[in-house]
């Protein structure tokens, strides 16, 4: 579990999600901070070939069409 500030954790937290090629984000709040600290964005946009077909899906319980559309 990752809390606030800097944690030794993170660079872990980062190669697994570079690693993975299923991706669940389950009770994920999509803050900005949360998608900052874990570089979300470029490790699931990655383009690079050994991702092709990557399988990425989250919850967005009570999120409006709007707020899913820009979460990441």
Excluded at 13 to 20: D, N, P, Q
Excluded at 52 to 58: D, P, S, Y
Aim: overall charge negative.
């Amino acid at each position: 579990m990752l809390h606030d500030g800097e944690s030794d954790d993170y660079p872990t937290a980062h190669r697994w999600i570079r690693e993975a090629y299923v991706i669940y984000l389950l009770g994920f709040g999509y803050h900005p901070t949360n998608l900052t600290r874990l570089d979300l964005r470029d490790h699931i946009l990655e383009t690079n070939s050994a991702h092709q077909g990557r399988l990425v899906n989250g919850t967005a319980y009570k999120m409006a069409d709007a707020q899913r559309q820009t979460a990441l």
